[in-house]
Nanobody
Framework: QVRLVESGGGLVQAGGSLRLSCSAS????????MAWYRQAPGKERELVASVTNGAVTNYADFVKGRFTISRLYAKNTIYLQMNSLKPEDAGAYYC????????????WGQGTQVTVSS
């Protein structure tokens, strides 16, 4: 089993930056894909960014050019650097790691809250 714990959320003014971290209890080396999702109140959860074990990244159009996803295997950690934040970026952010061997399946963290004031 893999346990993911997000941190780094908080309150920031529009235009500001935050860096979210997601620490895994075990190694992420076997994870095929790692991703960040978010969910605003009253809205469905949506994919923000993902990165494969081959370092291929993918971003939702609404964060392209502002957010960067990265992973550091040595620390079993996934990051989401968020710049030029907008009020509409507010919500709960969740990290995921999908394994096809070992702890098979998609594992989710408990989320971290991001609030952006205008």
């Amino acid at each position: 089993q893999v346990r993911l714990v997000e941190s780094g959320g908080g309150l920031v003014q529009a235009g500001g930056s935050l860096r979210l971290s997601c620490s895994a209890s075990g190694t992420l080396i076997g994870a095929k894909t790692m991703a960040w999702y978010r969910q605003a109140p009253g809205k469905e959860r949506e994919l923000v960014a993902s990165v494969t074990n081959g370092a291929v990244t993918n971003y939702a159009d609404f964060v392209k050019g502002r957010f960067t996803i990265s992973r550091l295997y040595a620390k079993n950690t996934i990051y989401l650097q968020m710049n030029s934040l907008k009020p509409e970026d507010a919500g709960a952010y969740y990290c995921t790691a999908r394994f096809i061997v070992g702890p098979t399946g998609t594992h989710w963290g408990q989320g971290t809250q991001v609030t952006v004031s205008s």
